[in-house]
């Protein structure tokens, strides 16, 4: 993935990394972070596409040149071709970069065919790629549609089946895609009567393999030519269908790369690009099998004449039943129907088209007499019915059909007849089915509707390491140019949206989903957040009896300081009713001593107000002290220092507001 902006990005990371301090938030910018990555990705992929496109560069084919330089640090991609060559021991090899050698044309014509299309006439060409060409790399090109092809080339040495591998490898490009048509390869049997120019249809191969196409239906043959050790016969041996959808490789026209693997241990793989798509065993998959079943039907056994085959036989000694009148019909008229109201018994169903008029160009004696077209009776429309009403039918309630006896188990049952078996007259065994027919040629005998089918790199031998290192120089080329020549991300995107609109919906959401996540998350969570701070301070903070008046609306939610609150205010509550019952103790006192009753008022202020400032206080304070005498004030000490301590529970604001009283008193 490539990532632009790098500080930008760092920082972005890391705020991602860290985030929020609360858990919500955190919770937001892991989505927030999420969104905004994924988007990144997607357009950092259409970059780097971008980029890669831009940066490609294939030169001009040198053939003196041995380099092959794929340096993918800088910034250009330098693809120089070279012609493959060979490694280790092959019996075939065939580039067709150079001049073709080698190669013969058939001169013959195709057996069983009608003669005007019987010859071998197709078109071969050798020529380079028409899309992502290597330059320098030319290929082996079916021209022709509709016409027999066929063209074979000797093997450098003959390959003969004892104790080494087969590899058989090649490229194939359907360069127009392919309607009907094959590009299948036969390895041609080794025969002193072998000869090129008389390859056809019938020259004896040991192998064939490769690719096949006729309408929906998609091959990778593999087919050996198996002798009977017997007979000295030739059968065919069809190797199961490969379970992979071979579609793509035959319509994306891109070169693919076909291997064929036979072992001496009688096994099979077969690959496409590389990757195996069918393998197994010479003896248990191919239809039909090598080797006969040990044991056949009896040709001559015939089923005898009282051969019983029927499992179940009707019952016969079920009799019918006295009753049963076979003679009911299944449907009777409807005697209870009723004609409906306002039937219109005397008018047609149907009437000629009053409006209709004679074509002008009618002629009587060639057509006939001119009749109007007849039309549904308008009158009709509104009426239940026109015309003679009948009847309408029903089921017969005393219909029963003809009579059958029930079924019952056969007790003369002999089951299905079968011939018997007797051991195979034409039975052999082949351990070894790869020790098949030398072959010394390969030969292209195709038909085709579709034109410009490309070949290319055709090698066999023993060891993988060569196949592998043989497709690296020559396969991998190809598909190194093709990659580098394909479309970006964004315009593989069109492309594939112009095939399925509804994948517009999918890039909209896409696109959409950073933008959202940030509008859901970004905004609202501020919100959120600063409520959260807010609740956590009142939560941090002592608790104060102004405060918990002023912020009970706040403290809504929060149960356990509600019930604080709560508890604060009784007690607050009973020390006021405590601080009152004391003050009019004093008064009565005061009364009873028969002095003045003024303080009482200021006094009752004090108490009562527990907000009071120091001023109105003091001026209660000097009130009394104007209208008191000396003697009044230690009596009204010691009984407000009483008070004080009898209230003592009570808490700092109310206190000290007392203890300022007794002080100025
Ligand atoms: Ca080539």
């Known amino acids: 993935m490539f990532l632009g902006n790098g500080r930008v990005w760092e920082d972005f990371l890391a705020a991602c990394g860290t985030g929020s301090p609360t858990t919500k938030m955190q919770f937001q910018w892991d989505w927030l972070c999420l969104g905004v990555l994924l988007f990144s990705s997607v357009t950092a992929e259409i970059e780097d596409e971008e980029i890669q496109d831009a940066d490609v560069e294939v030169e001009d084919f040198d053939k003196t040149s041995q380099e092959t330089d794929v340096d993918k640090g800088r910034t250009s991609l330098e693809v120089v071709y070279k012609t493959p060559k060979p490694i280790g021991e092959v019996y075939f090899t065939e580039t067709f970069d150079g001049v073709l050698t080698g190669w013969v044309l058939s001169k013959t014509k195709k057996e069983d065919t009608d003669e005007n299309i019987a010859k071998y006439d197709g078109r071969w060409e050798v020529e380079g790629l028409k899309e992502n060409t290597v330059p320098g790399d030319q290929g082996l090109v079916l021209k022709s549609t509709a016409k027999h092809h066929a063209i074979s080339a000797m ?61 929906e239906d998609y091959k ?163 009426a239940p019915g026109c015309g003679e009403w009948v009847r309408p039918m029903m089921n ?64 066999i031998c023993s060891e993988k390491e060569v196949a592998d290192r043989w497709a690296a120089d020559g396969w991998g080329m190809k598909k190194l140019v093709a990659s580098a020549n394909e479309p970006g991300m964004f315009s593989q995107l069109m492309t594939a949206a112009e095939d399925h609109p509804w994948l517009w919906v999918l890039y909209i959401l896409t696109l959409a989903l950073p933008v959202g996540l940030g509008v ?49 205010d009784d007690i607050v509550e009973e020390e006021r009713r405590q601080v009152e019952e004391k003050k009019h103790e004093l008064i009565k006192e005061k009364k009873k001593m028969g002095r003045k009753d003024a303080p009482s008022e200021g006094e009752g202020e004090g108490g009562e107000g527990e ?9 209660v304070a000097e009130g009394s002290q104007e209208e008191g005498d000396k003697s009044n004030k230690s009596g009204s000490e ?20 007392r203890k300022r009283r007794v002080r100025k008193d």
């Not at 807010?534 to 509600?562: F, M, N, R, V």
């Not at 010691?638 to 507001?657: C, L, N, Q, R």
């Open 520 to 568: 859901l998350f970004c905004w609202p969570a501020k919100k959120v957040d600063d409520d959260i701070d807010y609740k956590k301070t009142d939560i941090s903070k002592p608790i104060t009896k102004g405060e918990l008046e002023q912020g009970g609306e706040e403290l809504e939610d929060e149960a356990e300081l509600e019930e604080e609150k709560q508890n604060e």
């Open 611 to 619: 907000d009071k400032d120091e001023e109105e206080e003091n001026e």
């Open 396 to 459: 017969n309630p005393n219909y029963k059909g003809k009579w059958k006896a029930p079924m019952i188990e056969n007790p003369n049952y002999q089951g299905i007849w079968s011939p018997r078996k007797i051991p195979n007259p034409d039975y052999f065994q082949d351990l070894h089915p790869f020790e098949m027919t030398a072959v010394s040629a390969v030969g292209l005998e195709l038909w085709s509707m579709t034109s410009d089918i490309y070949f290319d790199n055709f090698i």
């Open 155 to 215: 093997l450098t040495k003959p390959f003969i089946f004892a104790d080494k591998p087969l590899i058989l490898q090649y490229e194939v490009n359907f360069q127009e895609g392919i309607d009907c048509g094959g590009a299948y390869i036969k390895l041609l049997s080794s025969s002193d009567d072998l000869d090129l120019e008389y390859f056809f249809d019938k020259t004896p191969y040991t192998i064939m393999f490769g690719p096949d196409k006729c309408g």
């Open 220 to 382: 990778l043959h593999f087919i050996f030519r198996h002798k009977n050790p017997k007979t000295g016969d030739y059968e065919e041996k069809h190797a199961k269908r490969p379970d992979v959808d071979l579609k793509k490789f035959y319509s994306d026209k891109k070169t693919h790369l076909y291997t064929l693997v036979l072992k001496p241990d009688d096994t099979f793989e077969m690959s496409i690009d590389q990757t195996v798509v069918s393998k197994g065993s010479l003896l248990e998959d191919f239809v039909p099998p090598v080797n006969p079943p040990q044991e056949i039907e009896d040709p001559n056994d015939k089923k005898p004449d009282d051969w019983d085959e029927r499992a179940k036989i009707p019952d016969p000694s079920a009799v019918k039943p006295d009753d049963w009148d076979e003679d009911e019909p299944a449907k009777i008229e409807d005697t209870d129907a009723v004609k409906p109201e306002g039937w219109l018994d005397d008018e047609p169903e149907y009437i000629s088209d009053p409006n209709a008029e004679k074509p002008e160009d009618w002629d009587e004696e060639m057509d006939g007499e001119w009749e109007a077209p007849q039309i549904p009776n308008p009158k009709c429309e509104t």
């Open 638 to 657: 010691d009984e407000m220092k009483e008070a004080d301590e009898s209230a003592g529970s009570g808490d700092g604001p109310t206190k000290s507001v």
